[in-house]
Nanobody
Framework: QVQPVESGGGLVQTGGSLRLSCAAS????????MGWFRQAPGKEREFVAY????????YYTDSLRGRFTISRDDAKNTVYLQMNSLKPDDTAVYFC?????????????????????WGQGTQVTVSS
């Protein structure tokens, strides 16, 4: 099984950038679709971004498209989330998740119940 471990979170000012990393050990990383989700205080966990197992397909929640970029490096068993022009509303715990499938329809890739393995999360705080 794939075990994701997130890193790269921290405190940043509005307009700043962060790059989150998710190192995945075990399993067959290169065949696994990966997703990023986030959970702000008092809110439900929400979908952020998805990348297929092949890396050829990505998808973002509409409000973040253009500011966030997901990518993967299979040689390093790592998926990244580049976050630019950060806003206070981006403050949340960011989770990396691994699927047991390589690609799926939008309704599945945005559904956290479709992902089998989860990291512990990394805190991102954007100050105003």
């Amino acid at each position: 099984q794939v075990q994701p471990v997130e890193s790269g979170g921290g405190l940043v000012q509005t307009g700043g950038s962060l790059r989150l990393s998710c190192a995945a050990s075990g399993g067959t990383f290169s065949n696994s679709a990966m997703g990023w989700f986030r959970q702000a205080p008092g809110k439900e966990r929400e979908f952020v971004a998805y990348i297929s197992g092949s890396g050829s397909s990505t998808y973002y929640t509409d409000s973040l498209r253009g500011r966030f970029t997901i990518s993967r490096d299979d040689a390093k068993n790592t998926v990244y989330l580049q976050m630019n022009s950060l806003k206070p509303d981006d403050t949340a715990v960011y989770f990396c998740a691994a699927a047991t499938w390589g690609a799926a329809i939008v309704a599945s890739v945005t559904n956290d119940r479709k992902y089998a393995y989860w990291g512990q999360g990394t805190q991102v705080t954007v100050s105003s």
